[in-house]
């Protein structure tokens, strides 16, 4: 079956910088998305990596390793509007989206 | 900047009852998804429209689930009866088509509470 795995809850300091790690095992890899989702609202989209490497966008990079199956976030200086849930989705060999449960990440002060 | 529109935002009904969800996507997006989401678990797709074609309606339940895109433009998704386990996130994501280069972009979300 396809299978997606991240951390349920992580909590961090701001200011601080926080990895928020992603296996997955699906039928097929043709880029892998995140998404960031605040409470009660819609996801919206961070970053997409189809090749291995880092992709650095402002405070948030993603890494990807196919061959291991492996992606990471890495959000810098937090801030307390970083407190949310970042979901982890791979687009298989069909094309369709296979999603995360989702990390829910706690920033303290 | 472009955005996906749902309405209504909430809705509480009581069970059996019936319900119905729209979304109106970008504009020129030509894919169209809808999701249900319950707390704490990601996005489960329950259709996938290519233009006004069902491409992927495999985890719709069709008992009582219904959705269309008539024009391939704006979409409804219909419940009919509502069960308690109904009550969820349903968004509305929309695309500019399937590549695996395409993001999906969502809507607000409607929050359906099933009494």
């Known amino acids: 079956g396809q299978n997606i795995d991240q951390p349920t809850e992580m909590t961090a300091t701001e200011g601080a910088i926080v990895q928020i790690n992603c296996t997955y095992q699906t039928s097929g890899f043709n880029g892998l998305f995140w998404y960031q989702q605040h409470a009660g609202e819609a996801p919206t989209f961070l970053s997409y990596?189809?090749l291995d490497g880092l992709e650095e966008k402002g405070r948030f990079s993603s890494f990807l390793s196919r061959s291991k199956g492996y992606s990471y976030l890495l959000l810098k200086e937090l801030q307390m509007k970083d407190s949310a849930s970042y979901l982890c989705?791979?687009?298989?060999?069909?094309?369709?989206?296979?999603w995360g449960a989702g990390t829910k990440l706690i920033i303290k002060p | 900047e472009a955005e996906v529109a749902q309405s209504p935002r909430y809705k509480i009904t009581e069970k059996s009852q019936a319900v119905a969800f729209w979304c109106d996507p970008i504009?020129?997006?030509?894919?169209l998804y809808w999701y249900r989401q319950i707390l704490g678990q990601g996005p489960e797709l329950l259709v996938q429209?290519?233009?006004?074609?069902?491409?992927?309606d495999s985890q719709l339940p069709k008992d009582r689930f219904s959705a269309e895109r008539l024009k391939g433009v704006d979409s409804t998704l219909k419940i009919q009866p509502a069960e308690l386990g109904d009550s969820a996130m349903y968004l509305c994501a929309s695309s500019p088509g399937t590549s695996h280069t395409d993001t999906q972009y969502f809507g607000p979300g409607t929050r359906l509470t099933v009494l």
């Open positions: 504009s020129g997006h030509a894919t």
């Open positions: 990596n189809v």
């Open positions: 989705a791979v687009r298989d060999s069909n094309y369709q989206l296979i």
């Open positions: 429209f290519q233009d006004e074609s069902v491409v992927d």
